[in-house]
């Protein structure tokens, strides 16, 4: 049971809005950066949104973060197939004293 | 380009050892901080350590502490996790990570550990 929570499962149809939302608490997201992966099976994962809201050079203006308290989320507009995958949030826990993931969200574009 | 290349795994008996090692290119390895972190079947993804530049500094999770070690040697640019006393949890795909002010912006594809008798 991570102390990060996420939804299990997310979906939405091609070209519409989602949000994956990513829960924490004052030791984790509520004082550090939270960064976003986005992971295909069989392959690496890959780093999606970090420090709350920016996106790495490559990554589509379409995936965007956001951050408010122990709280974040990921926003992915005109859904495409290929967004088909798992997303997990992550942040530093300064109570554990190590990074902390999510649970992770599957994504299905239907 | 910017590469991390992950070998060792393989399977190992309950309480065995396995060093997996990470071969880092592309990039200025000795400047950067490193993670290793694993993804169980059917799990998601867990952090498990992390080590600073000049390897001084090392953090674990919980779960790994006190069996496995984190290392490093920049001349090589290579980093390490040496995994002790192995148990039926701890089967996973191991991936090597840079580590960037927090966020893991490098991986490599990662190598399958599976611990069985």
């Known amino acids: 049971q991570s102390v990060v929570t996420q939804p299990p499962s997310a979906s939405g149809t091609p070209g519409q809005r989602v949000t994956i939302s990513c829960s924490g608490s004052s030791s984790n997201i509520g004082s550090n950066t939270v960064n976003w992966y986005q992971h295909l099976p069989g392959t690496a994962p890959k780093l999606l949104i970090y420090s709350n809201n920016q996106r790495p050079s490559g990554v589509p203006d379409r995936f965007s973060g956001s951050k408010s308290g122990t709280s974040a989320s990921l926003a992915i507009s005109g859904l495409q197939s290929e967004d088909e995958a798992d997303y997990y949030c992550a942040a530093w826990d300064d109570s554990l004293i190590g990074h902390v993931f999510g649970g992770g969200t599957k994504l299905t574009v239907l | 380009e910017v590469q991390l290349v992950e070998s060792g795994g393989g399977l190992v008996q309950p309480g065995g050892s396995l060093r997996l090692s990470c071969a880092a290119s592309?990039?200025?390895?000795?400047?950067?901080?490193m993670s290793w972190a694993r993804q169980a079947p059917g799990k998601g993804l867990e952090w498990v350590a992390n080590i600073n530049q000049g390897g001084s500094v090392k953090h674990y999770v919980d779960s790994v502490k006190g069996r496995f070690t984190i290392s490093r040697d920049n001349a090589k640019t290579s980093l390490y996790l040496q995994m002790n006393s192995l148990r039926a949890e701890d089967t996973a795909v191991y991936y090597c990570t840079r580590d960037t002010s927090g966020a893991f912006d490098v991986w490599g594809q990662g190598t399958v550990v599976t611990v069985s008798s």
């Open positions: 592309g990039f200025t390895f000795g400047g950067s901080w």
